[in-house]
DNA sequence: CCCAAGACCTGGCGGC
DNA sequence: TGCCGCCAGGTCTTGG
């Protein structure tokens, strides 16, 4: 499911809604996502008031009384705010009940999202740590880039969609930047010029802005917190639209898998580089 | 160190 | 209808 923008659209969502709140009770229904979750999880959290939510890349983090909780929602994760009254769903993993009868209800049909407590500096987490720039801010620059992509034959591609290097940049949105770029997917990031890191960064910055904008992407199941699907699939030019023709030269677009993953470009639009 | 492939899960879809 | 293989928004681990 989520992307940048999606977290983004989640985080924004909860934010305004349940900043200050006190944490009441903690269920977990499943006891397992990516990693196992902690057992004690109810007797750490309850009675600490929810200070903030940040994102970090794909992670969303709520800063508590004594440490905090950093969540990821892997491929097909939601959190919603609920009535503490809604009946459950299929996948309702875990719910943090608030003082106000309202509730954040995880779920995530393929588990492959986390919940994890930590009482130090979130930041300096092991998950979190080893984090790329953030691709909205000032940092994420076509010099940053340019260094990154000298001597790696990985796919540009795969060099952007790497958390290493920069957060964020998931299937959807690196494959409709290099639409934008014009540059083939598949090209090996050492022959990717200095300009053209210029552009990625710029269409990259736009793609997701945009997205945000619109609420993020919603492709199967992904919902803000207050239940609203994004609208940016409506806009996408070549993520998940091979065989379709190019909404620029009309050629037929094509797939190919780079580092397992589906990558649709045109043949035409994006030429094949070195 | 770099990179590709496999692993983790469930559900939905198209094809037979 | 029913079963089967394939595919899906992520990212950590393994092994060459």
Redesign the pocket.
Known sequence: ???LP?VETTRRGLCARIEKNVIESVVLRHH?L?YKLQENLHDILKQQTIHTIIRR???LIFTLDTGALII?L???GTLRLLPTSTPLK??DHVDINLSTQHTLRYND????GCIIWTPNSPLSHQ?IQ?LGVEPLEDSFTADYLFKQTT?????IK?LL?D?HVVVGV???YATEALFLSRIDPRTE?RYITHQQCQLLIKTIKSVLLEAINQG???????VASDGKP?YFSQQLHVYGRKGLPCTNCQSTLVNTVL????SVFCPVCQPEMP
């Open positions: 499911m989520p992307e999606e397992t990516r890349g794909k992670y990821h892997g491929m097909s299929t996948h049909p393929r588990r492959f998950l080893v001597k790696r034959r990985m796919p795969s969609m958390s998931g299937n959807i990031a993020g992407t919603t492709l199967k199941d992904f994004g580092g397992g993953r589906a």
